[in-house]
């Protein structure tokens, strides 16, 4: 099965500020890769998924790069309503699985 | 637009079984497959496993093989997973998720999720 790590757990930036979220594959998942942020008490919600293509209604500030094994969420300029968790995700290969997290807090 | 509206939270003893239901709306039902993921208290998201809507095709990741199973009622446009043998591990926050590609993510769409407390 192929484990995902998001890094670093947590990340404390300045409002207006850049983010820049990390994950890892064990194994090459080619662009199967997906970015969600989930809220205290909501459920997830799909930001990217091919790596790099923003979900429906998602602001451009957001934007991922990588394949393989490396990926990248950045959030150009944060807004308030940034703050969260975000989690990756891999697609490329049976069972899904889901990075532990960052945590997206203000500095 | 695209809703996924589970049932309400439970509280169960160990042993126990619980059935938490997930209707879907705003779209063709049976053209996207719904996989459900959990979420402990505190801790990340473990997917499940997931039914084929169109044909009723289930496949479970080993963990929850023998205590998991996922049915779906096309004439309602509702999906059930139904968790047997329970245990205080399995206090979660369930979630059923819509994907469009068979087994495999991404998930676009999720429902409100449905907390499901194991406790004697």
């Known amino acids: 099965e192929i484990m995902m790590t998001n890094s670093p757990a947590t990340l404390s930036v300045s409002p207006g500020e850049r983010a820049t979220l990390s994950c890892r594959a064990s194994q090459n998942v080619n662009s199967n890769l997906a970015w969600y942020q989930q809220k205290p008490g909501q459920a997830p919600r799909l930001l990217i998924y091919g790596a790099s293509t923003r979900a429906t209604g998602i602001p451009d500030r957001f934007s991922g790069s990588g394949s393989g094994t490396e990926f990248t969420l950045t959030i150009s300029s944060l807004h308030s309503e940034d703050f969260a968790l975000y989690y990756c995700?891999?697609?490329?290969?049976?069972?899904?699985?889901f990075g532990q997290g960052t945590k997206l807090e203000i500095k | 637009q695209v809703q996924l509206v589970q049932s309400g939270g439970e509280v169960k003893k160990p042993g126990a079984s619980v059935k938490v239901s997930c209707k879907a709306s705003?779209?063709?039902?049976?053209?996207?497959?719904i996989s459900w993921v959990r979420q402990a208290p505190g801790q990340g998201l473990e997917w499940m496993g997931w039914?084929?809507?169109?044909?009723?095709?289930?496949n479970y990741i080993q963990k929850f093989q023998g205590r998991v199973t996922m049915t779906t009622d096309t004439s309602t446009n509702i999906v059930y997973m139904a968790l047997g043998n329970l245990r205080s591990d399995d206090t979660a926050v369930y979630y059923c998720v819509r994907g469009n590609r068979g087994q495999l993510g991404p998930f676009d769409h999720w429902g409100q999720g449905t907390l499901i407390t194991v406790s004697s």
């Open positions: 705003g779209y063709t039902f049976t053209s996207y497959s």
């Open positions: 995700q891999q697609y490329n290969n049976w069972p899904n699985a």
């Open positions: 039914i084929s809507v169109y044909n009723g095709n289930t």
